[in-house]
C-alpha cells in the first residue's frame, strides 16, 4: 500500500512512479475520490458538532419554559442526515482504499528502465558451466531413466504440473532442503519457522497477492487459501504489531510446500518440473528498519548465492527492470542457475526490498528508540533456494555419460554417505 500523504504532497512524482510501471497518470482520479471521502468526513463532523449545539439549546429551551419543537426536529434531521453520510463516507473509504490496493509499489531510483525481462541487467556471474563430452539431457529425462520420476502416475493422481519421485532423486530432494535450512539457520542468522501452508485472506492481502493475483491462488473455503509462497505466513508473523527497534532485523527461515494454479503461464516449462502447481521453497524474510533495508537486501541475495556457491552450482545474478518487477516489489534481484539440459540460465531465487509496502498493508510498525511515535517497518523476502529448481539444477550439472548423477560434496552428509545416484 502507498502512502497517500505522500501522493497527495506529490502528484506529479507519484505519476511519474507509475509511469515506470507501465500505468497512465492515476493521481487526478485518486485525489478525486481522496478529496471527496475528506470532505464527507468534515460535513459529517459539521453535522455532529450542530447536533451537539442543538442538545444544547433544547435543554436550555425547555429549562426556561420555552418552545423546543423546532430544535427537536432539527435533531431528528441531522441524525437522519448523519446516517446516511456514514454509508456514504464508508462506500467512499472502501473505494479509496480499492484503489489504493491495486497499485503497485514505487520502484526505486535505480531500477533500470524496460519493458520486460528481455530488459534486466546482468551484475555478475558466478562458476563456469561444467563441460560435457556428450549431450547433456534435461533432468526429467534423466529422471525418468533413472526410473525415479513418474509424471505419468502423477498425472493420474492430480493432474498436469505435478511429478512423483522416489528413491535417492525423493531423498536428494530432501537433503537440498535441510542443508538450506542448516546454512541459513546455524550460520546467517535465521530463524527457523514452520508455519502453517494454509492462511487467511487476510495475510494475502498483507503481503500483496490480494486481490490482484487472486487467479493464481488456490482457494479452499470463503476465506483460506494454500500458501503460494512462506513468504506470506512469515511476513504476517509481524502483522498488527509494534515492535521495538532494538529486536530488529528479525529474521526468518522456513522450508514449506507451496501451491500456485500457474494461471499466467499456460503453455510454458510443461515439461518436467521446472513450473508446477505443488513445489517445495525454502524462504528467507527479514523484517526491518528503513535505514538499514537497503544493506538487509544485499545480505539476503548473498545467502542465496551462498547456497548456489556451497553446490558448485554456476549461476548469474539479475536486477529485474521497471516491466519485469513483481507488483509488491521496489527492487528486486534474481538468481538465475545454469542448466546444461536447456543451455540456459533459468530464475531459481528472487530477493526483493519491499520497503514499507506490505507493512502499511499489515499495519506492522516499529517504535524508533528515543521517539514517542513510530514508523512503519520494511519487509524483504527471497527464496534461498527454490528446492525444486535446486534438485532439476544439481540432477543437470552432475550428470554424467551413463545417465547417473553425482552428489555434490556438501550433500553427502545428507545423503547418508552416498556419492552418486545410479539406475537400479
Known amino acids: 500500500m502507498l502512502d497517500l500523504k505522500w501522493i497527495r504532497e506529490n502528484p506529479q512524482d507519484f505519476d511519474a512512479a507509475m509511469k515506470r510501471r507501465g500505468l497512465p497518470p492515476q493521481s487526478d482520479d485518486l485525489l478525486g475520490t481522496d478529496r471527496n471521502w475528506r470532505d464527507t468526513q468534515t460535513h459529517l463532523q459539521d453535522m455532529q458538532a450542530r447536533r451537539n449545539a442543538a442538545a444544547k439549546e433544547i435543554g436550555k429551551a425547555k429549562a426556561s419554559g420555552g ?14 442526515e448523519t446516517q446516511r453520510f456514514i454509508k456514504v463516507e464508508r462506500d467512499l473509504q472502501e473505494i479509496l482504499d480499492t484503489k489504493l490496493s491495486g497499485l503497485p509499489n514505487i520502484l526505486d531510483a535505480d531500477v533500470p528502465d524496460g519493458a520486460d525481462e528481455t530488459e534486466n541487467v546482468e551484475l555478475r556471474r558466478v562458476g563456469d558451466a561444467p563441460s560435457f563430452n556428450f549431450e547433456p539431457k534435461e533432468h526429467y529425462e534423466l529422471g525418468e531413466a533413472l526410473g525415479l520420476m513418474d509424471f505419468a502416475t502423477a498425472a493420474k493422481l492430480s493432474g498436469s504440473r505435478f511429478v512423483v519421485t522416489s528413491g535417492q532423486i525423493a531423498r536428494l530432494e530432501r537433503a537440498l532442503g535441510a542443508f538450506m535450512l542448516d546454512v541459513h539457520t546455524l550460520e546467517k542468522g535465521y530463524l527457523e519457522v514452520s508455519p502453517p501452508v494454509m492462511v487467511r485472506g487476510s495475510a494475502l492481502y498483507g503481503t500483496g497477492q490480494l486481490p490482484k493475483f487472486e487467479e493464481d491462488l488456490y482457494k479452499i473455503s470463503d476465506d483460506q487459501y494454500m500458501i503460494p509462497t512462506a513468504e506470506v505466513p512469515l511476513t504476517n508473523i509481524v502483522s498488527e504489531s509494534i515492535l521495538v527497534e532494538s529486536d530488529l532485523p528479525k529474521r526468518f527461515t522456513a522450508h514449506t510446500l507451496c501451491f500456485r494454479s500457474e494461471a499466467g503461464s499456460a503453455g510454458k516449462d510443461t515439461a518436467g518440473m521446472l513450473r508446477q502447481h505443488q513445489f517445495t521453497k525454502v524462504e528467507m524474510v527479514s ?3 528503513p535505514d538499514q533495508s537497503q544493506a538487509e537486501h544485499e545480505r539476503m541475495t548473498a545467502c542465496a548465492e551462498d547456497i548456489l556457491k556451497r553446490l558448485g552450482l554456476p549461476y548469474r545474478v539479475v536486477v529485474l527492470c521497471s516491466g519485469d518487477t513483481g507488483f509488491g516489489a521496489r527492487k528486486t534481484y534474481d538468481i538465475e542457475v545454469w542448466l546444461p539440459g536447456q543451455n540456459s540460465y533459468r530464475e531459481i531465487s528472487s530477493c526483493s526490498n519491499c520497503g514499507d ?8 510498525r516499529y517504535r524508533p528508540e528515543g521517539e514517542k511515535g513510530t514508523a512503519f517497518v520494511h519487509t524483504l523476502n527471497g527464496s534461498g533456494l527454490a528446492v525444486g529448481r535446486t534438485l532439476i539444477a544439481v540432477m543437470e550439472n552432475y550428470q554424467q555419460a551413463d545417465g547417473s548423477i553425482r552428489i555434490p560434496e556438501v550433500l553427502v552428509p545428507y545423503m547418508g554417505g552416498v556419492t552418486e545416484i545410479c539406475a537400479a
Do not use: G, H, N, W
Open 67 to 80: 418552545d423546543a419543537e423546532v430544535l427537536i426536529r432539527e435533531v431528528a434531521e441531522l441524525k437522519d
Open 287 to 289: 523484517i526491518t528498519t
Open 357 to 364: 509496502f506490505q507493512a502499511r498493508r499489515m499495519k506492522a
